[in-house]
């Protein structure tokens, strides 16, 4: 409006009744600006997402960040998924706590495995020695990935860290229980039984679990 009104050289002198009149009309004008003189209603654009409150990774990034449109949560194991491509490179494991939920994100090469997520009792076991681990928790997952590993095909593994212990609302302790022939096993350590939420992402390809607090 204040464009539209910027004074030109040319244009002849307004009588002094005329003048105060339009002084008054923008003055009036100017006052039904959103935002004048006080809030302004929010654009449709306003982003209201969670903001997570704590994450950490295997590479030390702070990247499990929650995503648009969730769905719903799952309270009956098993739960499975299939494959996107024949060998899925593990190059590394993040963990998030947002609004009303833990996240656990795998991220891979290229395409996510074959898996399978279901309870578990223990004694939970490392594959393949046997060897009994000591998880934090009141209850317990299984992830199984098949055809993955954080090893590349020449045994140097992707990250070492696999042992998490973030003290989340719902996540107490995550850790690998084995990456042996191309099958690699997570556990899951809660605070009490929960509900998940399975995800498969792309760019990069990632397997996201929520667990629900």
């Excluded at 009104?5 to 002198?13: E, K, L, M, V």
């Excluded at 000591?134 to 992707?158: E, I």
């Amino acid at each position: 409006m204040n464009t539209a009104h910027r004074s030109s050289p040319h244009r002849r002198a307004i009588p002094s009744v005329a003048l105060i009149a339009l002084v008054v009309a923008l003055a009036a004008c100017h006052s039904t600006v959103p935002g004048a003189g006080g809030s302004s209603t929010p654009s449709a654009s306003t982003s209201t997402g969670a903001t997570p409150s704590a994450a950490t990774s295997a590479s030390g990034e702070p990247t499990a960040q929650p995503s648009d449109d969730l769905g719903p949560f799952a309270c009956s194991f098993p739960v499975t998924g299939t494959a996107t491509v024949k060998r899925a490179q593990l190059v590394d494991v993040r963990v998030g706590t947002h609004a009303g939920y833990d996240r656990v994100v795998f991220e891979f090469a290229k395409g996510v495995p074959a898996f399978t997520l279901d309870e578990a009792t223990p004694p939970l076991v490392e594959d393949a020695s046997g060897r009994e681990l000591d998880v934090a928790g009141n209850a317990f997952w299984q992830l199984v990935m098949r055809d993955a590993s954080r090893a590349d095909l020449s045994g140097k593994p992707m990250f070492t860290d696999t042992d998490f212990n973030p003290g989340f609302p719902k996540l107490t302790e995550l850790i690998e229980g084995g990456d042996f022939e191309a099958v690699s096993t997570w556990y899951f350590g809660l605070d009490a039984e929960s509900c998940v939420r399975v995800l498969t992402l792309k760019s990069p390809s990632r397997l996201v679990l929520d667990i629900q607090h």
